[in-house]
């Protein structure tokens, strides 16, 4: 990739892969700034920019070929690598994760969630395992583990990223609703639901200001 | 509010009304623009900006009070009314959102789910029914509904929609992993997991760039 890349532009990537995967499921062959511009609610210009960023696969009047443009952009996601997910949680969102329908093609293939409650120990989701939070470390010594994600109480979320830490787990995805003191070799990554819908909720309370 | 408040900076008060939160929670009583910006990784220059932006709550040398400040951008976000949600889809994400610890304190309340499966139909979830799709209309028309929570698979999303909106919802939350076309008095505010996976796995891959 030419040069560095703004933050705004790597938020605005995943957009622009999602896009280009729906684009390609309809079959569209390539796209113009144009029209990628009004299904991504950025203008045109704003479209050529980013891409030029990322390596200019534009060719004047000709537009963007969907498939080689997608394929160039899950690469610099690292989305053609496969990545091994742990889930520290068994609880719904534990499980919403497991199971959601697009990670799996995008290459992130989950091998185990962790658990302490007694009923969801030693059952599994589909064909992934819910073992006891007692043997992570075991676990991770003995299989590779890219990704934690942490989908646990907020009150065990600290704790679990520092045993995660010392078995050499140094990237996190996190759901507990707060923000986690890490080292700085380990990336945390935070999805917070509750700002997505205060964000709402905002619009709805500004929807008539000028 | 004082005047235009940009994109950046709605993006960035969730964040400042969840340390506020916990910072009220630790007993803390007043913060400077120094310790909340270490908190919050922002300069406390940027910290004084945003502040002054949304109405100028400090004083010089005395640091911010944690609760006068929480409590006037709870009202910002619109945090002071309750917002009535329903669920489209009691699977694990419609689940894990009418479970979510912290909405109910901040005025999100959970009124029904809705789903198709028998199994689900009839149940409930807490004190919250789950009700047939079927019903959907029926129940709009005899309650306040302020914000639909689209839970359901891709394929149904873009038509859920639409039934809400000749029913007169006018916001939607939306973690169906697809951008919707909805008419433009309607807001719509997307949680897409796959976007904050990718991001993560983008800075992997990155990780040891100059």
Redesign the interface.
Known sequence: MAGHVSDAV??R???Y???LR?LEAMGVMSISSQELGE??NLTPSQIRQDINCFGGFGRQGYGYKVTELKGHIGE????D?Q?RLIILGA???G???A?????SR???KTVALFDTQENKVGRSLGDIPVKHMDTLEEFIRENVV??AVLAL??RHAQEALHRLYDCGVR?I?NFA???LNHPEDM?V?N?????????????????NDP
Request: with cysteine; proline share 7%.
């Open positions: 790597i938020r990537l995943p957009g892969y999602r896009h729906e299904r991504m610099i996601l690292g989305l690598q990545h609880g719904n969102i499980c919403a994760v199971q959601y329908p697009t990670f995008e290459g992130f890219d990704i109480p907020k990237a995805w609703p707060t923000d990336l990554v999805v917070h639901l509750s700002d997505s819908l205060q964000q709402l909720s905002y619009r709805m309370a500004h929807r």
